[in-house]
């Protein structure tokens, strides 16, 4: 009997030493399990912690006006920046033990897979803050073993890598709360349009609330739900003594008012100037879409939004919304560039159709100015005169005509000066001057403007018969306000990556491709379609209808087609070009043409009020005289009418008007006419372009 219960007294200490080894071998196993899987996860990179943001745009004084995103908003915000009520009701309702654990918390793993298992579902989670990171940067949200297991790999990874400060951060900027905002900020703007670090402490109670289901607890979906998830919160807040009962039933009384945008504050401001913004990153900067869409940057653009809201303000005044006629408008600092303000149609939503960058219409005789300026370097002078009479123009060695005409075929049937000739826009004048300097010189003239588009020689190409670009075409009347500074248009300022480094920062210089002493003498001659003076019974001056708006100096050029419509003007500090017509370009019905001038100087007058008077720079080498506009002769007490106007210095008059009975009779006006056309004639053989001595008959 000893040696029975001997034996089973032996066995029962090798079961136990069995036990108990096996006991140590096994936490050592495990151990040695852990420090490998440990060491295996360490000795891996650091994961990236790199996410999708949204990338912010600015006006000029740093306002926000809008943002690219692909559907996701976010905005990555330091946690130092986030208000302690978010950081406290996130860690109290989703991780108390955040700081006291690696990554996971193997008692609350262990509770949930007991649960589980009980109810025969994968209902309970205990997923740790560190986790749920992982698995908005890496995993997918499928409730499978797998998927456990890799989360807590690449928790445990995150732990190792980073501090506790740098993952809290993270997963408050990429947590999920519902209607595309990803992360505290871009939520805190969505429902309070506050940021982050101005929450109080019931609105973070209620935002700390959504993640666990953003299509149950959004106050927008369900506002009883979300308020009760707020309580819940509070509580967990309460227990984790992060707030005192007091502070709790305080915060649950609070009455909060929601955003009643259920977007995020953004994208309402020049949508058309963000769409021009993202195209020039796209085709000037060489960026990838993905990185505009998500690369978290700051894009400081040259928008006015003051002026902004003028334009748009103006052109939903302007512009009837159930008309079918829709406009153009850029308005730019001539000096700079700098693009203030931009409007590409009279209603984004119905059409982003960009017709500012986009369209390309015939400007008609807003290509005037090219051309005088042209004939301003070959000698001709605002007081050069011509004959403004119907003509039929013979080109191509004979074999072809061109008839112009001037508007309502109405002449002067008498010579005109340069200056009245474009105050008037007389087409018969600057088909003359056209043809007489020849085509290529035009084409030449309007590149050195900063015309891009091809251009034809043509007859029809003085009158505006090619198709140019809004945005185009108004920057090239920069020199003209500038002093001979070709600028390009300028959209962004400055753009910033998520780690502060300048990308691109603006620093073009504008170039001088003409010359100032000309620019000055075409901005003083632009200035008399203001001046309704200058009208007579045949024309009268284009810009009459708007000439009582201004009370400083303004210069510029009307354009008109069939079916277009165009203002281009300036004062030495802002440039507006204006386009009005149809976008099936199908001719103008009555009326229609008198908005885009309408437009352009009620934007002027409003941007320019309280600003300072500029006057338009005039060079050494030019002098102010004062003539008789219609005959280009010195003033004195036979004139019936003087002007001040601009001559490069020597080409001004010499002689004075004269008593109507001592006036210039008709034959002396054609030998001076015929002594120009034979200095032209000339010049033009010289360069065997003999074609030119047959153009037309000047004495006709």
């Not at 090219?370 to 005169?385: D, I, Q, R, V």
């Not at 001057?433 to 034809?456: C, M, N, Q, V, Y």
């Amino acid at each position: 009997m000893e040696l029975a219960t001997r034996k089973s007294y032996m066995k029962r200490r090798r079961l136990i030493r069995k036990f108990v080894w096996g006991c140590v071998l096994s936490v050592f196993g495990g151990f040695m399990a852990l420090s490998a899987l440990v060491i295996y996860a360490y000795q891996m990179e650091a994961p990236s912690l790199s996410v999708p943001e949204t990338t912010v745009v600015y006006d000029a004084n740093g306002a926000t006006i809008g943002e690219y995103h692909k559907g996701e908003q976010r905005y990555w915000v330091p946690i130092d920046h986030m208000s302690e009520s978010i950081v406290e009701a996130t860690l109290a309702i989703e991780d108390r033990r955040f700081y006291d654990h690696y990554g996971f918390d193997p008692i609350r793993i262990t509770r949930a897979v007991i649960a589980n298992l009980q109810t025969g579902t994968k209902g309970q989670g205990a997923s740790t803050i560190t986790q749920q990171y992982a698995r908005n940067l890496f995993l997918t949200h499928d409730k499978t073993w797998m998927r456990k297991w890799q989360e807590a790999l690449y928790a445990l990874r995150l732990e190792l890598h980073y501090s506790k400060k740098e993952i809290l951060e993270g997963y408050l900027n990429t947590i999920y709360y519902g209607h595309g905002a990803y992360g505290v900020e871009a939520a805190s703007l969505l429902y309070f349009q506050k940021n982050a670090e101005n929450l109080s402490y019931s609105e973070a109670a209620l935002l700390a609330g959504i993640p666990k289901g953003p299509s149950v607890y959004s106050p927008y979906l369900n506002e009883d739900m979300s308020i009760e998830r707020q309580h819940v919160v509070l509580n967990a807040m309460d227990d984790a003594e992060y707030i005192s009962d007091s502070q709790a039933t305080k915060f649950e009384n609070e009455v909060i008012s929601f955003s009643k945008d259920m977007e995020i504050h953004g994208n309402r401001i020049a949508p058309y100037f963000q769409d021009a913004v993202r195209m020039w990153l796209i085709e000037d900067l060489g960026m990838e879409e993905s990185m505009i869409d998500g690369g978290g940057l700051d894009i400081y653009t040259t928008l006015d939004s003051s002026m902004q809201e003028k334009a748009d303000a103006i052109v939903a005044e302007e512009m009837a919304p159930d008309h079918a006629l829709e406009t153009a408008f850029v308005a730019m600092d001539p000096r700079t560039g700098k693009v203030k303000a931009l409007v590409g149609g009279k209603n984004y939503k119905e059409s982003s159709f960009n017709r500012a960058t986009q369209a390309r219409r015939h400007p008609g005789s807003a290509m005037k100015p090219f051309l005088y300026y042209a004939a301003l370097e070959h000698g001709l002078s605002p007081n050069s005169m011509l004959k403004s009479e119907e003509t039929t123009f013979v080109f191509d060695e004979g074999r072809e005509e061109y008839s112009p005409s001037n508007f309502n075929h109405s002449y002067a049937n008498d010579y005109i000066t340069m200056l009245q000739a474009l105050a008037i826009s007389d087409n018969i004048y600057a088909m003359k001057t056209h043809f007489l300097l020849g085509f290529e010189d035009l084409i030449h003239t309007a590149k050195r403007f900063g015309i891009e588009s091809p251009l034809k020689p043509a007859p029809s190409l003085a009158l505006g018969s090619v198709d140019l670009g809004v945005l185009e075409i108004t920057k090239s009347y920069s020199p003209l306000a500038n002093g001979g500074y070709v600028v390009n248009p300028q959209f962004v300022e400055k753009v910033i990556d998520r780690d502060e480094n300048v990308l691109y920062e603006a620093n073009e210089e504008p170039v001088l491709e003409l010359n100032p002493a000309y620019t000055a003498v075409m901005t003083n001659m632009m200035e008399g379609m203001f001046e309704p003076e200058l009208s007579t019974s045949y024309g009268a001056v284009t810009g009459g209808s708007i000439s009582e708006s201004f009370d400083r100096p303004v210069a510029g050029k009307s354009g008109s087609t069939d079916k277009d419509s165009w203002m281009i003007g300036y004062a030495p500090q802002l440039l507006t070009g204006v386009w009005v017509g149809y976008d099936e370009a199908i001719p103008l019905e009555s009326g229609d043409a008198k908005h885009s001038k309408q437009i352009w100087a009620k934007f002027m007058k409003e941007s320019l009020d309280g600003e300072l008077k500029l006057t338009f720079p005039i060079p050494e080498n030019v002098v102010e005289v004062e003539i008789n506009p219609f005959n280009g002769l010195l003033a004195n007490e036979h004139c019936p009418l003087t002007r001040k106007t601009l001559f490069f210095h020597g080409t001004e008059p010499t002689e004075y008007c004269q008593a109507p009975e001592q006036g210039l009779d008709e034959t002396e006006l054609e030998e001076t006419d015929d002594k120009m056309d034979e200095e032209y004639k000339k010049d033009e053989e010289e360069k065997k372009e003999k074609w030119l001595d047959r153009i037309f008959d000047w004495s006709s």
